[in-house]
């Protein structure tokens, strides 16, 4: 149940560390393990709560005559009492049992409700320390703590508005704490503590620190209201946006960190990224990265990724000179959490070319490279399961520092001048090791990383021999739709930079089988990854004759009715090399593709223009589909793409409509001549523009010119 789970904290000694060496079995666990980050630590139960017959401690019984004087006592001893009580170790497990088996957490929350200062804020004092505690928490929230907690922020006494505030920061950790102090009005109230517009002074000098301790009390609670997506609607509504943006101007580090943790926070959302970049916060942030504290950077940094999604706050972060710093912190190899911020950063970053140019200006390429080559001996060896082992959770951040640097290394590798950097610093070879974890996340980026530096030759014949091929084919039985479809990609540029593309393809045993079956696959961004698969293997005779076999004509026209481009375009390209095998021009007309086809060309895309037109081309080869196009209403589209400024596309469009005119001059003819000689049978078949056959094994369907392609009459050509 929820509240065992809770127990750990109240334990911490007997944790239990979960290993396991990589097997078929682990593995198939940890695919089973839920990806997302609980909001609370793990938890094991505490055997002194559960055993009633294990000796008490002299703190339980020193803590239960406490509680009793605080429930009979007067005034006085009341206040005497809590004061003992706070001086108790009450961080320590044992403690915060004794309060919680003796009634202490009622007796703290009704004091709450009286009028006496000193009372308060004994209370307060010792219910912010034992909330840190997940079970106590909650036990806090379930008797009604919460209430009294956001009453107490309109005090007209700072103290007793500080330690309500951050006794609020520490239960609203779950989420029914959160939506009590959001439906009892704290946001409003905690975002009060923030406005410091009563101070006349420079929020940046000394003196200052006062008053911005109120607002750091407050921006802690708001932090944790952060976490809820309703709350964040709030604070918004509240205007809470310009004033973090004052706050952020200070150069006090304790109320920085809660400030740019909300900002972290309210960061994934698209308003609050606006907000952030129009308020000019982008620059303070940037300001603030460079501030020498650990805790203070992480948060920076993590903002900026959030904040990186969008190409203006991009650019920003390159006019303000964020891109150093984050290089800088690439050293920091020993704090995971910091090293998976900057490296997150980077990788948004990277997105815009003029980032890209000025990272590598920081020699980031071979830093990143490093980092990979600097994996903990955990990494190899261990996966990660939900454990409060150190060693277990290091496997964690540290996954999550390589999911970043290769996203990076992916961003960077879309300019081809740096690919070549990428292999001579040997990422090729570390990025292919990665193929072999279950990390989604990470194998997601490492495909797509692959994908990029294999459309320069010399990296796609490194991959090969690394047998990184092999690798990529065998993702395509994940189920994860993201890691398929970045896998085939790569597998595209694999394919076509090949040398020997077709013996490639007919080593992987089931490896064609494979790909047909995906071309079912529910995800259409696995679906148009597989048709360009398909256009690659296609180019070599005997692969297109087997995976003819296989069905690929009806699956491929099964998909034609599509109004989505980035499937039309490798549809297309599929459909143009699959007719050059046999009769499948003729299977593909008898499927019903040649009228969605024809919708191909109306597309505002160039490319899906040109895709289409070689497929039409290749259909137009066989008159029936002629016909169809003609009805269709291709020839006006196929004559408005003849002027063209690409020559590909003129070429197929020319060729088509001259295969369709020649349909209908031969039909003209045959008409006139049956209606001349009524016992004429002769039936007249037109000589159709096409390619010279080839004898080699590789199937090209490129027009030829039309010199090569026509020899008919001058009056079919005019």
Not at 8 to 31: A, H, W
Not at 269 to 278: F, V
Not at 494 to 506: A, D, F
Request: hydrophobic share 40%.
């Amino acid at each position: 149940s929820e509240r065992e789970r809770d127990i750990v904290y109240i334990t911490g000694k007997n944790y239990i560390y979960l290993f396991s060496t990589r097997t078929e079995e682990t593995d198939r666990e940890s695919s089973r393990e839920a990806s997302s980050e609980s909001e609370e630590e793990e938890r094991v139960q505490n055997p002194l709560a559960n055993d009633p017959n294990a000796e008490l401690p002299p703190e339980h019984w020193h803590i239960s005559k406490l509680i009793k004087y605080i429930k009979g006592g007067n005034q006085t001893s009341t206040v005497i009492s809590l004061c003992a009580l706070y001086d108790m170790p009450l961080e320590t497990e044992v403690c915060q049992i004794a309060i919680r088996d003796t009634g202490g957490v009622e007796v703290l929350i009704n004091l709450l409700e009286t009028d006496e200062v000193r009372s308060l804020l004994g209370s307060l004092k010792i219910l912010k320390v034992i909330s840190k505690n997940p079970e106590l928490r909650r036990a806090i929230s379930d008797l009604g703590g919460v209430p009294p907690m956001v009453r107490l922020l309109s005090s007209s006494n700072r103290d007793l508005r500080c330690l309500s505030a951050e006794g609020i920061a520490n239960v609203a950790k779950f989420a029914r704490a959160r939506r009590t102090v959001r439906l009892h009005g704290g946001i409003k109230k905690l975002i009060a503590l923030l406005d410091m517009s009563h101070y006349r002074g420079d929020l940046r000098s000394p003196g200052a620190v006062s008053e911005l301790e109120v607002a750091r009390c407050g921006a802690l609670a708001l932090w944790s209201c952060s976490k809820s997506a309703r709350a964040r609607r709030a604070m918004k509504k509240a205007g809470v946006i310009l004033l973090l943006a004052r706050l952020l101007k200070s150069k006090y580090e304790p109320l920085l960190i809660p400030v740019i943790g909300i900002l972290e926070e309210c960061a994934s959302e698209q308003d609050y990224r606006i907000a952030i970049r129009t308020e000019g916060m982008i620059e303070d942030l940037v300001a603030h990265l460079k501030i020498p504290n650990e805790e203070l950077q992480m948060h920076c940094a993590t903002t900026i990724f959030k904040c990186a999604d969008d190409k203006e706050s991009r650019e920003l972060i390159r006019k303000y000179g964020g891109l150093q710093p984050l290089i800088e912190i690439l050293s920091h190899h020993e704090n995971k959490e910091l090293l998976a911020a900057a490296t997150g950063a980077i990788w948004k970053c990277a997105a815009s070319p003029g980032n890209a140019k000025e990272l590598q200006k920081g020699d980031v390429i071979s830093k990143l490279v490093s980092i990979l080559t600097e994996q903990p001996e955990e990494m190899k060896t261990l996966y990660y399961v939900k454990s409060v082992s150190p060693k277990v959770n290091l496997v964690s951040r540290t996954e999550k520092v390589l999911v970043n640097v290769v996203g990076a290394l992916g961003e960077m590798a879309m300019d081809k001048a740096n690919i070549p950097l990428i292999q001579k610093a040997g990422g090729i070879q570390l990025l292919i090791a990665l193929l072999t974890g279950t990390n989604e996340d990470l194998l997601v980026n490492t495909t797509r990383a692959l994908g990029q530096m294999a459309e320069d030759t010399e990296c796609a014949s490194a991959i090969e021999k690394s047998d990184g091929v092999r690798l990529l084919w065998s993702l395509l039985k994940m189920k994860n739709s993201s890691v398929q479809a970045n896998a085939a990609r790569a597998l595209c540029s694999c394919i076509e930079n090949s040398s020997e593309s077709g013996e490639l393809v007919r080593s992987f045993v089931g490896g064609l089988e494979l790909v047909i079956s995906l071309l079912r696959s529910p995800s259409i961004e696995v679906r148009a990854a597989i048709c360009g698969v398909i256009s690659k293997i296609a180019k070599d005779e005997e692969n297109l004759a087997v995976i003819t076999d296989h069905g690929v004509v009806p699956l491929l026209s099964e998909l034609a009715y599509t109004n989505d481009d980035s499937l039309r375009r490798p549809l297309a390209e599929a459909v143009a090399r699959c007719c050059c095998w046999a009769t499948n021009r003729i299977d593909f007309g008898k499927n019903g593709i040649v009228e969605p086809m024809v919708c191909y060309l109306k597309s505002d895309d160039p490319v899906v223009q040109c895709a289409a037109a070689k497929a039409l081309y290749q259909l137009s080869r066989h008159p029936g589909n002629c016909v169809t196009m003609h009805a269709a209403g291709a020839v006006k589209h196929l004559v408005d793409l003849v002027d063209s400024d690409n020559q590909e596309l003129q070429e197929a469009a020319s060729f088509c409509v001259a295969n369709i005119r020649r349909i209908a001059l031969a039909y003209v003819k045959a008409k006139q001549e049956r209606r001349e000689n009524p016992a004429a049978t002769t039936r007249v078949q037109p000589k159709l523009s096409s390619s010279k056959t080839s004898s080699t094994t590789t199937v090209d369907s490129t027009p030829k010119p039309l010199e090569e392609s026509s020899s008919t009459n001058e009056e079919t050509q005019s």
